[in-house]
């Protein structure tokens, strides 16, 4: 019902800055939420950061509080995750995930799932 396309991952030096983007496509949601997750080489996928889409309420996890920021651009059904002073040890695939409600929002328990993007933070 829902197609998630992320964008925006690359190659960043430590304590630089990269903007992802996740535009979604398909049937909207009356009610729901948007998350981005990360997986590191070798660890499990781990909670990022989420909103409410209707409401703007959002989530961090508590390594990336002050330096991310999750938005959201309604006109173009897109999420942003906006990453500053980046550190090596977050370089991983990150993926944008949507979910119908507003419970359990920082857990994997989404519907609908990007393909991820790389980001590679070098020292």
């Known amino acids: 019902q829902v197609q998630l396309v992320e964008s925006g991952g690359g190659l960043v030096q430590a304590g630089g800055s990269l903007r992802l983007a996740c535009a979604a496509s398909?049937?909207?949601?009356?009610?729901?939420?948007m998350g981005w997750f990360r997986q590191c080489p070798g660890k499990e996928r781990e909670f990022v950061a989420a909103?409410?889409?209707?409401?703007?309420?959002?989530y961090y996890a508590d390594s990336v509080k002050g330096r991310f920021t999750i938005s959201r651009d309604s006109a173009k059904n897109t999420v942003y995750l906006q990453m500053n002073s980046l550190k090596p040890e977050e370089t991983a695939v990150y993926y944008c995930?949507?979910?119908?409600?507003?419970?359990?929002?920082?857990?994997?328990?989404?519907?609908?799932w990007g393909q991820g993007t790389q980001v590679t933070v070098s020292s």
């Open positions: 909103m409410t889409w209707s409401s703007i309420n959002v």
């Open positions: 995930a949507a979910k119908h409600g507003y419970w359990a929002v920082t857990t994997g328990n989404y519907d609908y």
């Open positions: 398909g049937r909207t949601f009356s009610c729901y939420a």
